[in-house]
């Protein structure tokens, strides 16, 4: 009879589930149409709470996913009650109960968090002693950014600080890694339908809406996200046997090449050769990559003639050091950007160590500059050195060198096709196309406040501690 009983209990447990499903459907429904769609919010929030209390993992995805898309208005909540305010919370309180169950403050230890602390420390010490006057601001009629910025920084760090904690098994990766990649797909798609559908950045750039996906929204971003899914895929199609999901993985990665082609962005196509480039020397310049290539090169260029309006190829020829950048389109922005370097230069010869304070660039621009621009330095290592001076640079850099290292160990490790995480290969070899490419795109844009960044620190950590734990318990086997 027992075993009849619980042989039973499963369906009846799905049974139950359902009903209570329909019967919190009927609530809503209800609710909506007396009372208003905002009678959803409490309900709503109620089962994310209960799926982030159970699977955290799932809350985890949940925080990148506000980093990467935008919410509807009414999630997004207002001054400091927002949907990441409130996640951070319930975070602190699940990791404060996994430390008192566990005991355990391995975290601590991680090297990347005392690098990100100091970074922390560093643009406080900027603000605090470099950072404008307010009586100066107030007649100038312009506005500081220090605290806005800074909480946004701080809150990354606290999203790597939650990831590394409970992201915790492969399959934990997987789901992270392929949901990153996928918004990034999506953040391509959009951006092309926006110039087909005669939108864009200035009618003929490809660029995504703001209240879609709004880290995207400026197409050297998108074109970098492009670069970045081009990479996932591509390391992930390799680790297919199946010859016919291998072939359909092709025209997507064609989409998100004419993607980077539709952005218009220089630094874009630049970046897209860097990772081929990666891409080749990585595998030994196989003939069969070759051949992937040069299949998916030759729809891509097929479909550039045929959806990417002219204003956009004349715009890529327009590369430093060319003809065309002198007098072809776009040609401005680089001299504009030039100026803008050299102005950054100054800056952050005034004031070398400490620089002028986190989000304070436009301030010490407006000050400087005789056109009165606030521009955008368009270089990450710039922006560091202005804002918080050698010392956070150098922070930045420790920080970039020391993700590398774990990829690099987890690669290593990760050949012998005996290693019991060999199916996470092709995500560390992904990792590592993404990370070569950010490095390479920070040159030529502001992205060490974008989620990218932070999200690539938590998958090196986690990947690395899986490896070691690995190869302990292969050393107590022995």
């Given at each position: 009879m027992d075993a009849i009983a619980a042989s039973q209990s499963p369906p009846a447990r799905a049974i139950g589930t359902a009903l209570a499903l329909l019967l919190l459907a009927a609530l809503v429904g209800v609710g909506t149409v007396a009372i208003g769609?905002?009678?959803?919010?409490?309900?709503?929030?109620?089962?994310?709470?209960?799926?982030?209390?159970?699977?955290?993992?799932?809350?985890?995805?949940?925080?990148?996913?506000?980093?990467?898309?935008?919410?509807?208005?009414?999630?997004?909540?207002?001054?400091?009650?927002?949907?990441?305010?409130?996640?951070?919370?319930?975070?602190?309180?699940?990791?404060?109960?996994?430390?008192?169950?566990?005991?355990?403050?391995?975290?601590?230890?991680?090297?990347?968090?005392?690098?990100?602390a100091f970074i922390i420390v560093v643009y406080w010490l900027s603000a605090q002693f470099n950072g404008p006057d307010p009586e100066q601001l107030s007649l100038l009629g312009v506005v500081e950014h220090t605290a806005g910025n800074f909480r946004t920084f701080f809150n990354r760090v606290l999203f790597t600080l939650f990831f590394i904690n409970f992201i915790r098994t492969p399959e934990h990766v997987r789901m992270i890694y392929m949901l990153a990649i996928a918004f990034m797909v999506v953040s391509a798609i959009t951006g092309i339908v926006a110039v087909l559908t005669g939108g864009g950045l200035y009618g003929y750039r490809a660029s995504t809406q703001a209240n879609v996906i709004s880290s995207a929204f400026n197409p050297n971003r998108l074109a970098m996200f492009a670069i970045l899914a081009i990479g996932g895929l591509w390391y992930f199609m390799q680790s297919l046997r199946s010859m016919v999901l291998r072939i359909l993985i092709i025209p997507t990665l064609v989409v998100l090449a004419l993607t980077v082609v539709m952005t218009a962005s220089r630094s874009g196509l630049l970046g897209l050769g860097v990772a081929v480039a990666y891409i080749l020397v990585d595998q030994r310049v196989s003939l069969n990559t070759i051949f992937t290539m040069a299949a998916a090169g030759l729809l891509l260029i097929v479909a550039a003639f045929q959806f990417v309006p002219e204003r956009s190829l004349e715009r890529l020829t327009t590369l430093p050091g060319t003809q065309a950048a002198e007098t072809g389109e776009g040609a401005g922005s680089l001299e504009r950007r030039q100026y803008t370097w050299g102005i950054a230069w100054e800056l952050a010869r005034e004031d070398p160590f400490l620089g002028v304070g986190m989000g304070n660039w436009e301030v010490a621009r407006f000050l400087k500059d005789p056109t009165q621009s606030t521009a955008a330095p368009h270089s990450s290592y710039l922006l560091a050195l202005v804002e918080g001076g050698v010392f956070c640079l150098a922070g930045f850099l420790v920080l970039l060198w020391q993700t590398w290292r774990n990829?690099?160990?987890?690669?290593?490790?990760?050949?012998?096709?005996?290693?019991?995480?060999?199916?996470?290969?092709?995500?560390?070899?992904?990792?590592?196309?993404?990370?070569?490419?950010?490095?390479?795109?920070?040159?030529f844009a502001d992205l060490w406040q974008l989620v990218i960044l932070f999200w690539l620190v938590g998958l090196g950590i986690v990947m690395r501690r899986l490896v070691d734990q690995s190869l302990f318990e292969q050393s107590l086997a022995v």
């Open positions: 769609p905002l009678v959803a919010l409490p309900i709503v929030g109620f089962l994310g709470l209960t799926v982030i209390v159970a699977r955290p993992e799932y809350g985890i995805a949940m925080f990148l996913s506000t980093f990467l898309m935008t919410y509807p208005e009414a999630l997004q909540g207002t001054g400091f009650l927002t949907i990441n305010n409130v996640l951070g919370g319930v975070f602190l309180v699940l990791l404060t109960y996994k430390v008192y169950r566990e005991e355990d403050w391995w975290f601590l230890r991680r090297p990347e968090l005392h690098v990100l990829l690099r160990v987890c690669d290593a490790q990760m050949r012998d096709p005996g290693f019991p995480l060999v199916h996470l290969r092709w995500i560390v070899k992904s990792c590592e196309v993404s990370f070569v490419v950010l490095v390479f795109f920070s040159l």
